[in-house]
């Protein structure tokens, strides 16, 4: 059984910062991807940034220099750091694993961007 339990969200001015946080527990294979995406209500649930265990990053163009991705392989916990962040990045953010052929997603977070 994985788990995943996120922490970090909240509510920031247009401008400001915030650190998430994701914690992976269970049977995790060493060769693995963490990340993740968002959804804004009303749209679709995006990819935002991805990091493998070799450090590997991926990031949706519309963070690139704003966010970054990072994570600790011996606590098997990703960190996502959002800086100048915008209303436009409100959301609920979900952390996700992709360990070996199994995908699994944290419950979420809400990180609200006030203008």
């Known amino acids: 059984q994985v788990q995943l339990v996120e922490s970090g969200g909240g509510w920031v001015q247009a401008g400001g910062s915030l650190r998430l946080s994701c914690a992976a527990s269970?049977?995790?294979?060493?060769?693995?991807?963490m990340g993740w995406y968002r959804q804004a209500p009303g749209k679709q649930r995006n990819m935002v940034a991805t990091?493998?265990?070799?450090?590997?990053?991926n990031y949706a163009d519309s963070v690139k220099g704003r966010f970054t991705i990072s994570r600790d392989n011996a606590k098997n916990t990703a960190y996502l750091q959002m800086n100048s962040l915008k209303p436009e990045d409100t959301a609920v953010y979900y952390c996700?694993?992709?360990?070996?052929?199994?995908?699994?997603w944290g419950q979420g977070t809400q990180v609200t961007v006030s203008s």
């Open positions: 269970g049977s995790i294979f060493r060769l693995n991807v």
């Open positions: 996700y694993l992709r360990n070996w052929a199994d995908n699994y």
């Open positions: 990091i493998t265990n070799g450090g590997t990053t």
